[in-house]
């Protein structure tokens, strides 16, 4: 008896040690808590579906930017409010992923949206876990619905970037006004060239005056 006592009381403390870390694990209502899924240019709609359906389930997704201590804050404030119910938390860096921040124009971080029945509700509470529980529960049904915007298609990525790389090149030759000049009068000349060819003309040459030929005058034998 004094045998199992004594067990018991070395158990105990083990016991309540697992107890510890399993709360430290769970919430107050026994539900574990999630990571965030980091979404990038190549997954967001591959994975969301934000603006072809959302079939994969709700999202609430937080932009942030990684030099700012905001957006640290409510990343912490995001990962204790997430639980294993709907919505799927998520984070994106707009700093790695220019495509996503252009289509969503972010301008400041963070930024907390989620996204569920095929539209857009956008978070404008405070950077704490109680004020985004709130906006998960239902906040999201006293805040204005929105379009979700469209995916860029190929040919208007293919153009940001011919428009990107067009003023690169403008901005390097302003640098060097010496090249943009002789560059310039190259195009000018090759355009001129061209235009005659198509008009079917020659360039006018100038021609240098000749002098007539003077026969020499055979002097008659006397």
Known sequence: MK???LLLFLVLPFVAVVADSDADE???EG???RELVIFTDRNFEHDTQAATGQTTGAWLV???DRRCERCTLA???LLEAATEQQPIPALVNVLENPKIRKRFSMTQMPQLRLFRDRRMFV???DWNAASISAFIQTGWKETEAQEVPPEASAVSEYLDELSITFHSIIEYLGRRPGLLVAIGGFMATAAYVIT????GLTPKTKRTP???RVRPVKKRAD
Do not use: H, N, Q, S
């Open 3 to 5: 045998g199992a006592v």
């Open 26 to 28: 769970w919430g107050l």
């Open 31 to 33: 539900e574990a808590k």
């Open 62 to 64: 937080l932009f942030v």
């Open 75 to 77: 990343e912490k404030a």
């Open 123 to 125: 978070y404008r509470g």
């Open 196 to 199: 005659l060819r198509i008009l």
């Open 210 to 212: 000749t002098r007539p």
